[in-house]
């Protein structure tokens, strides 16, 4: 299973002014620095929870379909299926008809097989390829204040302690507000 972004997020869940204005910037000096850390703090929040926090667009490729007629995807939510793609041991693309297979946003997001069974995949790998958009939406109001909050927080610590650990001190470890504000957004693992 590899996960392509194919799409990404037009905008960042949490403005440079509201980072700003958390951290008690005036200047523009480290506007550089503080944008990457927006980036790198709604990353580290979308590979945690298994979320897409903005809209995009991502493609899910399978070496073959899963037995049964589901095939679950694993970034939430999940707005659309744009595409369900077959490609040949030749490297030919077909795509499935829409009405072949139908988005179930769950949670846990699926797409589901509408015929009698999925097509046979005569490629030794990557033989399949799901296209969807996932993502609350494409403004950053979109976007679950709490996980809104817990992305400033988690900024402003990175900007106070630039390293990952501090000489002298003990680890510095992501503050538990982040984490209590992002646990309504966890999916249950098993």
Do not use: C
């Amino acid at each position: 299973m590899t996960l392509v972004l194919t799409a990404p997020p037009a905008v960042e869940p949490v403005t440079l002014a509201d980072a700003k204005a958390q951290l008690r910037v005036d200047s523009s000096a480290e506007d550089i620095l503080i944008g990457s850390l927006l980036l790198t703090a709604r990353l580290h929040i979308e590979a945690a929870l298994g979320l897409a926090l903005i809209t995009q667009g991502w493609r899910l490729v399978l070496d073959r379909f899963p037995r049964g007629s589901v095939v679950a995807l694993p970034l939430q939510p999940v707005s659309a299926v744009t595409s369900v793609q077959t490609i040949a041991a030749d490297g030919t693309v077909t795509t499935l008809a829409s009405s072949a297979a139908l988005l179930d946003p769950g949670p846990p997001p699926r797409v589901i097989r509408t015929g009698t069974s999925w097509p046979t995949i005569t490629a030794a790998a990557n033989g399949v390829a799901i296209s969807f958009t996932a993502g609350f939406g494409p403004t950053p109001a979109d976007v679950p204040l709490p996980i809104r909050q817990a992305m400033l927080l988690l900024i402003a610590h990175w900007y106070e302690h630039r390293d990952p650990i501090e000489i002298g001190q003990p680890d510095t470890a992501i503050p538990k507000a982040v984490s209590v504000l992002l646990e309504p957004y966890r999916s249950p693992r098993l």
